[in-house]
C-alpha cells in the first residue's frame, strides 16, 4: 500500500489546488496547450490533469496509487483523462510521446535521477516540463514539531523541497533541458480553528498520518501538543492562516 493512501490526501488536494491552476497557467503561457499531449506526473487526485483538459490539452495522468486514480476519475472532466497507475519514473509511456509533463507537488518526492530521466524521455523535443514545489521555510508549522520532538532526520539523499533551490534545479536539468524558469510565490494555508489545522495532520495530510501511525502512543501524544503548539501560533479569532514558501519550476525539453 502506498503511503498516499494513507489519510484523506483530496483534503491535501483541495488545498493545493490554487497552486496547480498557477502552475498550467505558467506552461501554458510557455507553450500553448490548446491540442497538446500532456502528462501529469504523481497526478494525485488530478488537479493538475483536469486544468490540463480545461486548458484543451489531451492529458494522462499518472500515479502509483489507484485510491487517488480513482478519486481524480470521478471528479467532473474526470472521463477526458486517460488514468494510469504506475511509478512517475517508469511509466511505460511511449518515448517522446508529449508536448509536456506536469506536476503538482508530486514528482518532487521521487527520486530524482530517475524521474528526469523519465521525463526527458517522454517529452519531444521542445517539450515543456512544469512542475511546482515546496521551497524551504526556517518556520514551517508542518515540520518543526517533527524536529521538535524526534530531533533532526537522518541525511538523505534528496528531500522534496531541494528542488526549491535554484542551484539544484539547474544542476539537476541542465543535461536535459534549457530555457530553464523558476517563480516564486506564496501559499495561504488556512483552517477555521486549531483543532482543525491539527485534524490535518493527525487524520488527512498523508505523510503526517504515516508518521503518527508508525509512532508509539507517548510520542503521537507529544506530536499533537507540539503541532498544538505550532499552530496556535497563527491563530487570530478567524481562524489559523500562514504562509508556506513554492515555485513554479519550467524548463525546454533540448
Known amino acids: 500500500m502506498s503511503i498516499w493512501s494513507a489519510g484523506r490526501y483530496e483534503a491535501v488536494a483541495q488545498r493545493i489546488a490554487p497552486i496547480s491552476v498557477r502552475l498550467i497557467e505558467t506552461v501554458d503561457r510557455l507553450r500553448p496547450l490548446d491540442g497538446a499531449v500532456v502528462a501529469d506526473l ?39 483523462v486517460q488514468w494510469v497507475a504506475a511509478d512517475a519514473a517508469a511509466t511505460g509511456l511511449p518515448d517522446a510521446g508529449f508536448d509536456a509533463v506536469v506536476s503538482n507537488m508530486g514528482i518532487i518526492f521521487v527520486e530524482p535521477v530517475s524521474q528526469v530521466a523519465e521525463i526527458a524521455r517522454l517529452l519531444r523535443p521542445g517539450g515543456f516540463l512544469g512542475f511546482s514545489t515546496w521551497v524551504r521555510d526556517t518556520d514551517n508549522p508542518f515540520y518543526n514539531p517533527i524536529i521538535d520532538v524526534l530531533g533532526p532526520p537522518p541525511a538523505a539523499q534528496y528531500s522534496p523541497d531541494q528542488w526549491g533551490e535554484a542551484d539544484i534545479v539547474t544542476t539537476r536539468l541542465t543535461d536535459d533541458f534549457d530555457e530553464i524558469f523558476i517563480e516564486n510565490g506564496k501559499h495561504a494555508w488556512q483552517f477555521g480553528s486549531v483543532q482543525d489545522a491539527v485534524v490535518f495532520v493527525t487524520d488527512e495530510s498523508p505523510m503526517h498520518v504515516d508518521l503518527f501511525t508508525r509512532s508509539d502512543e507517548e ?27 513554492y515555485a513554479v519550476v519550467a524548463a525546454r525539453r533540448r
Open 219 to 245: 510520542t503521537r501524544v507529544r506530536l499533537t501538543e507540539a503541532f498544538t503548539a505550532a499552530f496556535e501560533r497563527y491563530a487570530t479569532a478567524d481562524g489559523v492562516t500562514f504562509d508556506a514558501s
Open 42 to 80: 504523481a497526478c494525485g487526485t488530478g488537479n493538475a490533469a483536469l486544468a490540463a483538459v480545461a486548458a484543451g490539452a489531451q492529458v494522462t495522468g499518472v500515479d502509483l496509487t489507484p485510491e487517488l486514480l480513482a478519486i481524480a476519475a470521478d471528479k467532473a472532466g474526470g472521463e477526458a
